[in-house]
């Protein structure tokens, strides 16, 4: 069974902060690694993608890698208001499978 | 342009009865997923389709759930006799070409099976 684990949270950071999510996942063949944002009654948005270990940053998001440990996090810095919202973590395996597998998502709640 | 659309938006219906749901994607759009949600749950892969063809199945729940796709584009979901843990929201997503890099979801379909 290829699992994704993430905290289901609430994680709640005040306005300005840093707010640190995490993933782990079980199958060490996996590929690449994506992060989705989902506000409430909404579909999924891509917000970061991942396929080589360390960081990538992408304005206020970063996402980090660590396959040895089997671990993807997102930061998000500055956090503002309207980045409270479900996050996704999710993850390719690749060898020719063009499926992902989602964790359960965090929720994050910003505070004015 | 316009995104994925999918219809109906929200569909009620009785235990035992059949159901369609429709995906339409990205103009373009050769790769087509099927993703279900539930309560508390993570998004559930169901299908993949590459052009009209469906090279995996593997997320499929049962024999009573089936999907196809005409003309590389259109795709329908049904789900025959239906059961009250089918009821979640059932999301389609496109993605330009082979490869998860660039899914992008539709708005989803709210199934409640009473």
């Known amino acids: 069974q290829k699992e994704v684990e993430q905290n289901s949270g609430p994680l709640s950071v005040p306005e300005g902060a840093i707010a640190s999510l995490n993933c782990t996942y079980s199958d060490r063949g996996s590929q690449s690694f994506f992060w989705y944002r989902q506000y409430s009654g909404k579909s999924p948005e891509l917000i970061m993608s991942i396929y080589s270990n360390g960081d990538k940053e992408d304005g206020r998001f970063t996402a980090q890698l660590n396959k040895a440990s089997q671990y993807v996090s997102l930061l998000i810095r500055d956090s503002q208001p309207s980045d409270s919202a479900t996050y996704l973590c999710?993850?390719?395996?690749?060898?020719?499978?063009?499926?992902?597998?989602f964790g359960k998502g965090t929720k994050l709640t910003v505070n004015p | 342009g316009a995104g994925v659309s999918q219809s109906p938006s929200n569909k009620v219906t009785e235990k035992g009865k059949d159901v369609e749901l429709r995906c339409d994607p990205i103009?373009?759009?050769?790769?087509l997923y099927w993703y279900r949600q539930s309560l508390g749950q993570g998004l559930e892969f169901l299908i993949y389709f590459q052009g009209n063809s469906a090279p995996d199945k593997s997320g499929l729940p049962s024999d009573r759930f089936s999907a196809e796709r005409t003309g590389g584009s259109v795709s329908t979901l049904t789900i025959q006799r239906t059961q009250q843990e089918d009821s979640a929201v059932y999301l389609c997503a496109s993605s330009l070409s082979r490869g998860p890099d660039t899914q992008y979801f539709g708005p989803g379909t709210r199934l409640t099976v009473l």
């Open positions: 999710a993850v390719n395996l690749g060898g020719g499978s063009e499926k992902l597998v």
């Open positions: 103009s373009g759009h050769t790769a």
